[in-house]
């Protein structure tokens, strides 16, 4: 243990006493004192300098530290006003001996690392990638950079729970033109990404044990977000025309539904008319909230974007939540909320006490970009480059597969989904993955109930040609793999033969 | 109600029949036939074009718009995919007649604006205010700039949870170096305010209906923030030593403790270090939380910031909060947690239910500016200003209000309080304020407990030392106005003189 040496040595007074520690000065931070003063707290949480040592002289320390006496003597003001020393008139400044019983962590023993954080991967086909094009990043760095050398006080301070003003009207005329939603910049609410949306909407709008309709297969990011706001997603299953609203009357009262009417995630349906009608007279009788997650109606191939079931309803019953996280990218953490009327002061009294207002100056950059045609000409450049990545993918895979994947080529969206033949074993596609290498989604993970197809959800936006042609041989090779991918039948039988 | 016109005109045949409507058609938007079918849409959907009429021919509509027809037929087969017209064969495209019983808000009727959002003051001695340096926002938009032009797939995707490496790094480096708190990086997690990672810690760590011991006086913002996490804030007396730990010992069980020991919020006491300890031996021993706001310790003007709670625990029960609100601004959005190591699991699957993970971007920007000293000088700086409109503000107090108000002067922070005589009458503060017409909080307003002196809550920086010395001026004229401030005493004892 670190003691202060010399301090009985006869003669030597106890000016002269040196710390047997060499202490750690910071010397580029702050002035001599500061850094004195850091030192020897340091020392003293970390245990080196006990409780009821006594530590030197400031002449003393000033000599062994090489700084000047009136360093120490302020350094050890300031740990006496912090607790730390306890000055006893006429002998000295002794680390305080309420101290010992609360000993820190030992020297030497760091905390334990945290568990490792699991980050979204970047791997083969990865769902939740976008280009990192260069000149859309030259372009908002430049928006942001003007809109912060423009900066005052309404800027800088705490600003409007629903976010940049600027934003939210160029999302409403945006919203208007494209997708028939019709909307004033007061019900447009700028949040960090549509769970974050979600969240706020389901702590405003709905209580602990409601049922919520879920797409089943469906998107379950969503599902745990709605899970973990006390909520009971049911499972409502998916056909050719979106969620089937009828199996859903047939179920338990719910207060919500949850849908991707444009492009079903991840089966890529397309909600009916039919089907969005019924689903908005339910929500109008039920008294409901409808949650459209329109995640990427921006990348329609073959035509403008669809209606959003929002622009059907008059404003009343459904919850449209839009996302910069396809157009721009996801690390930005923009998305925004259209609300009804009703719901908009609920949500913003429970955003108070959430993160109260989003971050202003970036939000608004992107607003100068949608502004200035900048957003809508990278879109258009996007949705050349997706949809030829689309394609590719598309075509490497059926000749990869040699028919053994049915794929389903959607008009819109950033992936498509190859399924396995009907009566795959089940674990097969989990295998297949693993063999391929590839950090595809499967349909069974996204699925309430287990059983139908199962298949590949893979992303082909924000991946490489190359990558992607790589991706759709080496899935292709597993899937012909009878190792692989056994379908039960007369000849083959053994459930054994599956190799994971 | 519009229709085609002349379509039962004799002789003049379908293909003429035109719109009585005049077409909106954003030119400027996407290409002439998603221009003609975006125009048609919102006539469809904003009603003026009801379920059921006949749209004109492709050729008659091409002739009024002055547009190809082909614009006009393609426009038309979206509608179609849309579900928004029918074609019948031979007999021209309708209007989808289904749309009938789901007309949307008769044309005109927009929906009523939302409530009026409320935007946190400017007004004089409004809180949370910090200078708008025009050298720091420079400095701030090219390092946005360099990190946006350098950014890559890892820095435009889904990220760390925890936030930006290079600013955690930073965070961890700078609280060992000026405040006695050694953490490695992987326990830092950036957050989007301090409310924000209030909340996740309160959902993560704690359940519904637990006791937090909260501080009375104390910050009402957080208590809100625990209410709507289902928390129960139990009332703990402040004293000129802080929280007084052994008053909430006698209460009931609590589950955590917030504080903000440094500068109690708003009476800005320091806690000595027995009631540190005192609460951290509490904190061990129940198994509870201790949650440390240290909102403003950048800011101490008599010496070093103080040792953290959390510096003095070993790492274990306390919860660290700090926040880049008062070094830069409340509009960046910037704040972090540091969690003990056994709480950053929780909080992070927390959060992955919320907001996923924050914007990386303008977080490592923030750690550019801690790395080159940027910040460092830039707080240095303001220290100097708002340490001179403290002293400006209490100057002038003094004077203005004739021995009326008593001051207390904090060494830390960007707030002051002036306190009414005791005795003064309940209500008097609320007249007072309006009468100055400032935008102080008043200490009663952070009561959970009634009772105590009242006074004003006042803070002095980004605020022009013009407006501070008007402010005070306008305050001790309230506060000398005896009809505005009545203290009930032997020769003045009517509560009916109190003008509000």
Known sequence: MPTTSRRTRPGSGRGRAVLDLPLQLERTEGNRPLQVHAGLRAAILGGQLPAGLRLPSSRALAAQLGVARNAVVVAYEHLNGDGLVETRQGAGTYVAAHLAARLPAPPGAAPPPPDPVEVPGRGACALGHTEADPELLRRLAGAVRRRMLRAGAAELGYGDPRGSEALRRQVAAHLAASRGLRCEPGQVVIVGGTQHGLRLCAEALLRSGDAVWFEDPGYPTARRTLEAAGLRPV???????????????????????????????????????????????????????????????EFRYDGPPLTALAGLDGGDRVIYLGTFSKTLFPGLR?????????????????????????PGLTDAAVADLMADGTLAAHTRRMRRRYRAARDLLAAALAEAAGGRLRLVVPPQGLHLVAYLPDGAEPGAAAAIRASAGIEARLVSEMRLVPGGPDGFVLGFAGHAPAELAAAAAALGRAVRNPDQCRVPSSESGSRGALAV
Not at 242 to 264: I, K
Not at 267 to 292: F, I, K, Q
Not at 347 to 353: D, E, I, K, P, S
């Open 235 to 297: 499972p409502v299953p998916v056909d050719g025309e979106g969620l089937d609203v009828a199996a859903g009357r047939r179920g338990a009262l719910a207060r919500a539904a949850y849908v991707t009417p444009s492009n079903q995630f991840p089966t890529g349906a397309t909600m009916s008319m039919a089907r969005r009608l019924a689903l908005l007279d339910w929500a109008r009788a039920a008294g409901a909230w409808v949650l459209e997650d329109d995640y990427d109606n």
């Open 334 to 358: 923009l998305a925004y909320l259209v609300l009804p009327p009703a719901a908009v002061g609920p949500v913003l009294a429970v955003r108070a006490t959430h993160d109260r207002f989003p």
